[in-house]
């Protein structure tokens, strides 16, 4: 084992690695970023519901029920709330604004 963090809860799928940070959301409503060589957290972010990550490289992305999540690396994280019902749902899915909550470690 290289570290271990706590996450706060079980883990919401699989962890992804943007630009040397380790991020993963839990069932605990948290997201966590990790400097993926030292183990050190770099960013905890209470979101208040179920959010599993991807990445594309570069940017980190993050969906819950009725958000919309963006990290650029090492940068603040946004939010963006949608009307309706959540992203890929019936009836959801146009952006209404945009916020950011992320805190640094």
Do not use: M, Q
């Amino acid at each position: 084992t290289l570290w271990r963090v706590p996450a706060g809860g079980p883990v919401s799928g699989a962890a992804v690695v943007v630009a040397g940070v380790a991020y993963a959301g839990s069932t605990a409503n948290r997201i966590t970023g990790v400097d993926a060589r030292t183990g050190r957290v770099l960013l905890r972010f209470p979101h208040g519901e179920y959010v599993p990550v991807s990445g594309n490289g570069g940017r980190l992305l993050l969906h819950g029920y009725s958000r919309l999540y963006a990290v650029e690396a090492r940068k603040r994280l946004s939010a963006k709330r949608t009307r309706g019902g959540g992203l890929g749902e019936p009836g959801g899915g146009s952006p209404s604004g945009l916020s950011s909550r992320a805190r640094a470690a």
